[in-house]
């Protein structure tokens, strides 16, 4: 089969592996679709040599089941949750894989990943995609769309509240969609036109120019429900850009006691003011990755709403042009730029 290698330095090759097996508690996935995401592009344009598959978004069928397999058959639909963690420590057994030190492996990093066509994965971390859900849904719901999803459930929106995501990359774009779905007012912000505009299609109410000198103005006359004009500020801030200058708008964006979750990674500039948090009487909270259950909440969600992400992907690519879909990702002119393996 074929997978792709970042080999650092914006390196990326597509070579012949084997096969993988499923070994014990592990199924092995025919890959449909695997998206490519902002922390792929971090190990992109470093310098490490990953030396096997990248990619953490793997969506597929089931085609093999190792021993001890009881819950998967050949054939089932499923998204992979991507940290994969022992099972019995006590992060584990909150769902908090991403948190755990007994065996914590990423999908594309510590293990094989999903820019290949066929990847092993553990059971557990197989999330059902039934139908209609799209391939392309399971790819997204394997990290941006839930990590979209478990920053403003941490900060519980909730419907006919506003909402103001900052950064509109795939992670963003997936808060615009999810936040609507939820009954929220969605104003988004960015830098670059093609991520505003394609915030626009995934149903944002306005967007904002972040370069213009009266962005924050924009966003509290938003914020401003008619006829309840004494509201002065959004309610829910969901910050992915970690972007310094995005950053600095956080607590003068909300109003009083609003809640922002912080889910971009950035640089280590201190931009908070713990006076402000306190003046705002605001809750902050850092959002990483998302509880293995609120997978299985999320796709319930996503019946539920009826939502797919499909307005966001705006590229994709076979197997043998990997290298070039993430170049596309890396230029940032984009949605969500998927991999299909067997296209
Ligand atoms: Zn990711
Ligand atoms: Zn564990």
Known sequence: MKGAVMTGDRGCEVREFPRPEADRGEVVLRIEATGICGSDLHVYRGDRDMKQIGGHEPAGVVVEVGAGVRRLKPGDRVSVHHHHGCGVCEQCARGETVACRVDHQVYGVGRPGSFAQYMSAGEANCIPLPEPLSFADGACMACVGTTAYAA???????????????????????????????????????????????????????????????????????????????????????????????????????????????????????????????????????????????????????????????????????????????????????????IEPHR
């Open 152 to 338: 403003l459930r941490r900060i519980d929106a909730r419907a006919q509240e506003t909402l103001a995501v900052f950064g509109l990359g795939p992670v963003g774009l997936s808060a615009v969609l999810v936040g609507k779905a939820m009954g929220l007012r969605v104003i988004g912000m960015d830098v670059i036109d093609e991520r505003m505009n394609l915030a626009l299609v995934c149903g944002a109410d306005e967007v904002v120019d972040g370069r213009d000198e009266d962005a924050l103005e924009q966003i509290i006359a938003f914020s401003r429900t008619p006829g309840a004009d004494w509201v002065e500020g959004v309610d829910c801030l969901v910050e992915t850009s970690g972007a310094t200058a995005a950053r600095e708008l956080m607590i003068p964006a909300i109003r009083r006691q609003g809640r922002i979750a912080i889910v971009g990674v950035g640089g280590e500039e201190a931009v908070i003011n713990p006076s402000q948090i306190h003046g705002k009487a605001c809750t902050i909270v850092g959002s990483v990755v998302f509880p293995l259950g609120w997978s299985w909440d999320f796709v319930r969600f996503l019946l539920e709403a009826g939502l797919s992400f499909e307005p966001m992907v705006t590229h994709r690519f076979g197997i043998d042009d990997a290298c070039q879909a993430l170049r596309v990702a890396d230029e940032g002119r984009c949605g969500k730029v998927l």
